[in-house]
């Protein structure tokens, strides 16, 4: 059988659709361009192999998604493509995650991906078959770079009965945030698989101030994982006070070179009032191995921030941080975030170790007049780590969000 590439999968989708001439594929879609110019700076704090990863690049990124066909049955296409292209490198400066290249090689100028989902919806379920970037407490692909990781495969949503929301659905490649191949799907403890499976969702009750979540994931011949999740808001007077509590069970399915036997506790408390939200973290890493999650994506726990994620074996850590909107201090569209997370309980090399982390994070977008949605981003963090390099970091990221539909 020929290999299909992703660009062609979207305009064959594009076509099939398109020649059903439905008045709700074409008037229900939205389609955007967001231009990502994104300038990464980490110091290693010493002249060791590499002493810095610095590096500059523009990334250009296209999303549309149709309506639907009428009738009881409808169906649509969802298409991405994204370009990547380096305005700075150099083979000492490179690895950081933005190009595809990696120390001792810039690589290449540009980089690009493309891929297309087939979609159909009866009454409020909606099977996909394709590209997929899911956003789920088992599997939420990242988009902390310049271009966003996706995966190929298919996804099931029902929303049937009211307040329930069931997710199912079997992801078999992966594109990485740096990278135009597609590849089996690795995990951040243990090895990688082409087929990782998920089954579960949440329900909300009490005037939706209360949601539980059960999920079930399995990357196939690597690890299986159990989660239970509870989120809880309640109004008290000018206040908001919010709960998050997730318990990840996560055990070896395989034969890996590692057993993997986990138990993931985490924890979020929050309380807001006017532009002000406070928030106190609490993570329990209990296992032999780290917590098992796909590399890349963004796991569903608190203290997994700007570097570092605290899942190492046995490594509790905890988490202050205070956010600030200042839309109703007169200057909307600007907003800041300050965090520390501290970590200990775990071992390195026989001997007891601790790590913690510093981060600032301002973000501006332009309310009006020529520049209306351009996006300004510093993220700025700092790292100490018995276990690591330390590092200082400075990400400065501008978007650009251009509605075409």
């Not at 999303?63 to 649509?76: D, Q, V």
């Not at 329990?284 to 074996?313: C, H, K, M, W």
Request: charged share 20%; glycine share 8%; hydrophobic share 35%.
């Amino acid at each position: 059988m020929k290999h299909v590439t992703p660009l062609a999968l979207a305009v064959t989708a594009a076509i099939a659709c398109g020649n059903t001439q439905a008045a709700g594929f074409a008037d229900d879609a939205t389609a955007s361009l967001q231009l990502r110019n994104f300038y990464f700076n980490r110091d290693f704090r010493d002249p060791g192999a590499q002493s810095k990863a610095e590096e500059w690049a523009q990334g250009f990124i296209f999303k549309a998604e149709s309506g639907y066909t009428p009738g009881a049955l409808g169906f649509g296409v969802d298409v991405y493509a994204g370009l990547g292209l380096k305005l700075d490198s150099d083979d000492e400066r490179a690895g950081s995650g933005l190009l595809a290249n990696s120390y001792g090689d810039e690589g290449k100028d540009s980089y690009s991906e493309a891929t297309a989902a087939l979609k159909a919806r009866l009454s409020n379920t909606v099977l996909k078959v394709g590209g997929l970037m899911p956003k789920l407490p088992v599997v939420s692909s990242g988009d902390s770079r310049l271009l966003p990781q996706s995966f190929t495969g298919a996804s099931l949503s029902m929303n049937e009965i009211e307040n329930l929301d069931v997710q199912a659905g079997q992801l078999r490649e992966v594109n990485y945030r740096n990278s135009s191949n597609r590849e089996d799907i690795r995990a951040t403890v243990g090895g990688a698989s082409d087929r990782f499976n998920y089954l579960g969702g949440s329900y909300a009750f009490n005037s939706k101030n209360t949601t539980i979540g059960l999920w079930r994931a399995e990357l196939q011949d690597v690890y299986n994982q159990n989660l239970i999740n509870l989120i809880h808001t309640q109004p008290v007077g000018d206040w908001k006070l919010g709960v998050n509590l997730a318990w990840f069970d996560s055990s070896d399915d395989g034969n890996q070179p590692i057993d993997i036997d986990h138990q993931l506790t985490s924890l979020t408390l929050s309380a807001a009032t006017g532009p002000h939200t406070f928030r106190l973290g609490y993570q329990d890493s209990d296992g032999d191995t780290a917590f098992p999650y796909l590399a890349e994506t963004d796991p569903y726990i608190v203290n997994y921030v700007q570097i570092l994620d605290f899942t190492r074996a046995d490594e509790q850590s905890w988490q202050a941080r205070y956010d600030i909107n200042f839309a109703s201090l007169g200057v909307p569209g600007l907003s800041a975030f300050a965090r520390y997370v501290s970590g200990d309980n775990f071992q390195v090399a026989g001997n007891d170790g601790s790590e913690w982390e510093r981060d600032i994070d301002v973000s501006y977008t332009v309310q009006s007049g020529t520049f209306k949605n351009l996006a300004v981003r510093w993220r700025n963090a700092m790292v100490r780590s018995d276990a690591t390099r330390d590092i200082d970091e400075n990400r400065l990221i501008l978007s650009y969000s251009i509605a075409l539909k």
